[in-house]
């Protein structure tokens, strides 16, 4: 009878890497404003008082200050008509200097999302959300202006990791917009055999054993067992859940997707819930702003 041996399981924490990372795009900013005599600037459009949402925005701000970039933000009530939110992004659109534009979702039901999203020039797009930048991003031979924030960090982790992901088995949990789908398409950029695990999907599990790389980001807390997973898989693991706590100070504290006490000494890696993914959210943000600038300042005129 073969032996199990049991992996040692790494924990990758994003804020160390996210660190480095801002510090790079920090001495870039400093070397634009000395060229062009302005920071890269992000703009934030933020409609009605959700705490969660404010509280995004808060962060992203401050990321931008650490990060030698300005911000901008307008913020709306929650009774604003769509068209009032189209003109504050048309404003943004019109700024030269706001070089990058985040509408921060969700947006109050009365507000078309897609067609706000979609009223963002895809040059100023550091979201990755326009059609025009995801359109590319499906396309064999086309090249995005920008890849969305959370799959672009993902992919990030990934490398520091270590991932061969050339011809890998990479299962994709979750098919969201802002996750689910832009990441399977980068991981097939990446030449990785790509399935996707959604409410729909019949035997999940099945699919899931054979990953040689799990991404996870379907907002339930320890959902994947330590038996679905394949020795020495790597693990993103996108969900952040809050879940009550008896022990914590607090009466809650947040878990993944999957049960971490389950991954452990099966799984090569995987990121910390929370900690993993969202500092690295937050720098690719700042890597797209960045980028966006210098792009549109070098940009015949």
């Known amino acids: 009878m073969e032996k199990f041996v049991q992996v040692e399981t790494q924990i990758i924490d994003g804020n160390p890497i996210g660190a480095r990372y801002r510090e790079a795009v920090k001495q870039q900013a400093l070397a634009f404003k000395e060229q062009y005599g302005m920071a890269p600037g992000l703009g934030v459009v933020l409609v009605g008082d959700d705490p969660a949402s404010a509280m995004y925005v808060r962060m992203k701000q401050r990321a931008c200050e650490h990060a030698g970039l300005v911000s901008f933000s307008h913020v709306l009530p929650q009774t604003a008509t769509h068209q009032e939110v189209q003109k504050a992004v048309d404003a943004m659109n019109d700024d030269p200097k706001i070089h990058g534009i985040l509408v921060q979702l969700p947006m109050p039901k009365q507000v078309n999302e897609d067609e706000i999203l979609g009223c963002v020039r895809a040059e100023k797009d550091v979201d990755g959300f326009h059609p025009h930048n995801i ?40 098919r969201s917009n802002i996750v689910g789908m832009p990441v399977a398409l980068l991981l097939m950029r990446a030449n990785a ?109």
């Open 135 to 174: 359109g590319a991003l499906a396309m064999k031979g086309r090249e995005p202006l920008f890849t969305p924030a959370t799959p672009t960090g993902i992919m990030i982790l990934l490398e520091e990791m270590g991932v061969n992901l050339d011809g890998a088995n990479a299962v994709v949990m979750g």
């Open 193 to 301: 055999t790509v399935s996707l695990v959604h409410s729909r999907t019949r035997n999940p599990q099945e699919m899931v054993k054979r990953a040689d790389v799990l991404i996870a980001a379907i907002g339930k807390p320890n959902f994947v067992p330590g038996e679905w997973l394949k020795e020495g898989v790597f693990i993103v693991d996108v969900g952040t859940n809050k879940v009550d706590d008896p022990h914590s100070p607090n009466g809650y504290t947040y878990v993944g997707d999957v049960d971490l006490q389950g991954a452990m000494g099966v799984a090569r890696a995987i990121t910390k819930v929370p900690g993993g993914v969202g500092p690295m959210t937050i720098t690719s943000l700042l890597m797209n702003t960045l980028k966006a600038a210098q792009r549109q300042m070098q940009a015949p005129a």
